[in-house]
């Protein structure tokens, strides 16, 4: 397991004059590429996913974050570009690969019909894992997912969350370096969903399990540490969320009306500000925009039926990136 802290690295250079290399990313990608036939899923993404580090794939269906996942789980190889864990090219090392990793699907891959102890054990012998040592890292990972006093219960007989806790439990039974997760919470009521991200941050910080997540939820990507945003095949914002929604500053607002598009001509000549239409809604950025929507008000009478001011959200960002709305009418059901 990695051993990289950031504590360690501030050490390290407190200690000697002697500049301190940057750790090396735990996962790379490099041009990574897929095509599905005719249609292009990824178009050349590129990022890196530090150690110790919550990493986010932010994007609506059809976007190629789950792409994306299959090629790092090994499932999937790419049309071109690689993809490199720990230094390993999953295409050409898979074995190697996924012995540093942990995977929790979207699927749900527990045999319900078995309990939480046989389903581990199952999995720990896939792993080479056996014995005493088997026996003592089971019991480990069901304490730790709060699971210790349904050992020997099916889970057939767990709640959604249990069963995703057993999930976690299998993937992390070997020791990975880094867990890889796709849509981690699908079916989890509040509860378990804050229980489950609790859970990761206490991988990350105690154990420096590196953790890369897909998701199409705007409040689990502000968990992560560092986005990628993806639309259509392509990255279209990476950073920390509060880096990618300061990018906007200001205030987002959006007026209703019966004819936006001559609305937002209205608004660019009388005010010299850049408004656009989407989804038949004038958008704007500005600082103090509860200040500016009176002069609006003021300056179009009748013209204006409703009207909203919000700080900048993780949409806003993918809207002033992509053009378009997180969701869309053609929006995939995969990707």
């Given at each position: 397991?990695?051993?990289?802290?950031?504590?360690?690295?501030a050490?390290?250079?407190?200690?000697?004059?002697?500049?301190?290399?940057?750790?090396?990313?735990?996962?790379?990608?490099?041009?990574?590429?897929?095509?599905?036939?005719?249609?292009?899923?990824?178009?050349?993404?590129?990022?890196?996913?530090?150690?110790?580090?919550?990493?986010?794939?932010?994007?609506?269906?059809?976007?190629?974050?789950?792409?994306?996942?299959h090629?790092?789980?090994?499932l999937?190889?790419?049309?071109?570009?690689?993809?490199?864990?720990?230094?390993?090219?999953?295409?050409?090392?898979?074995?190697?690969?996924?012995?540093?990793?942990?995977?929790?699907?979207?699927?749900?891959?527990?045999?319900?019909?078995?309990?939480?102890?046989?389903?581990?054990?199952?999995?720990?012998?896939?792993y080479?894992?056996?014995?005493?040592?088997?026996?003592?890292?089971?019991k480990?990972?069901?304490?730790?997912?709060?699971?210790?006093?349904?050992?020997?219960?099916?889970?057939?007989?767990?709640?959604?969350?249990?069963?995703?806790?057993?999930?976690?439990?299998?993937?992390?039974?070997?020791?990975?370096?880094?867990?890889?997760?796709?849509?981690?919470?699908?079916?989890?009521?509040?509860?378990?969903?804050r229980?489950?991200?609790?859970?990761?941050?206490?991988?990350?910080?105690?154990?420096?399990?590196?953790?890369?997540?897909?998701?199409?939820?705007?409040?689990?990507?502000?968990?992560?540490?560092?986005?990628?945003?993806?639309?259509?095949?392509?990255?279209?914002?990476?950073?920390?969320?509060e880096?990618?929604?300061?990018?906007?500053?200001?205030?987002?607002?959006?007026?209703?009306?019966?004819?936006?598009?001559?609305?937002?001509?209205?608004?660019?000549?009388?005010?010299?500000?850049?408004?656009?239409?989407?989804?038949?809604?004038?958008?704007?950025?500005?600082?103090?925009?509860?200040?500016?929507?009176?002069?609006?008000v003021?300056?179009?009478?009748?013209?204006?039926?409703?009207?909203?001011?919000?700080?900048?959200?993780?949409?806003?960002?993918?809207?002033?990136?992509?053009?378009?709305?997180?969701?869309?009418?053609?929006?995939?059901?995969?990707?």
């Amino acid at each position: 397991m990695n051993s990289w802290t950031p504590t360690a690295e501030a050490e390290n250079q407190t200690a000697s004059s002697e500049p301190v290399s940057t750790p090396s990313p735990v996962i790379q990608l490099q041009e990574l590429r897929h095509q599905y036939g005719d249609r292009v899923a990824l178009a050349g993404v590129s990022f890196d996913v530090r150690p110790a580090e919550i990493f986010g794939l932010l994007g609506p269906n059809g976007s190629g974050k789950t792409t994306t996942f299959h090629i790092l789980s090994t499932l999937m190889v790419p049309s071109g570009g690689r993809a490199l864990i720990m230094g390993h090219d999953v295409a050409k090392e898979p074995s190697r690969v996924r012995r540093l990793i942990g995977v929790v699907f979207q699927e749900q891959s527990i045999d319900v019909k078995l309990s939480a102890e046989e389903n581990l054990m199952l999995i720990g012998h896939v792993y080479g894992l056996h014995g005493a040592a088997l026996k003592a890292r089971v019991k480990e990972m069901l304490g730790r997912v709060g699971l210790a006093d349904r050992t020997k219960e099916r889970a057939e007989a767990f709640s959604g969350g249990m069963k995703r806790r057993l999930e976690l439990a299998k993937g992390l039974l070997h020791h990975p370096s880094v867990l890889l997760l796709d849509e981690p919470t699908t079916g989890l009521d509040p509860g378990a969903r804050r229980d489950l991200w609790q859970y990761l941050q206490i991988l990350r910080d105690q154990e420096n399990v590196s953790v890369l997540v897909t998701t199409h939820l705007m409040e689990e990507a502000e968990r992560c540490g560092r986005l990628a945003i993806y639309s259509e095949g392509n990255v279209v914002a990476l950073g920390t969320p509060e880096e990618l929604k300061s990018e906007i500053g200001g205030d987002v607002i959006l007026f209703e009306g019966d004819e936006p598009d001559a609305l937002a001509q209205h608004i660019e000549q009388r005010f010299g500000l850049q408004a656009t239409v989407i989804d038949n809604q004038v958008r704007l950025e500005i600082e103090n925009g509860h200040r500016f929507v009176t002069d609006v008000v003021e300056a179009f009478p009748g013209e204006i039926e409703g009207l909203s001011v919000h700080k900048p959200s993780l949409e806003d960002v993918f809207i002033r990136r992509t053009g378009h709305r997180f969701w869309t009418e053609q929006d995939e059901t995969s990707d």
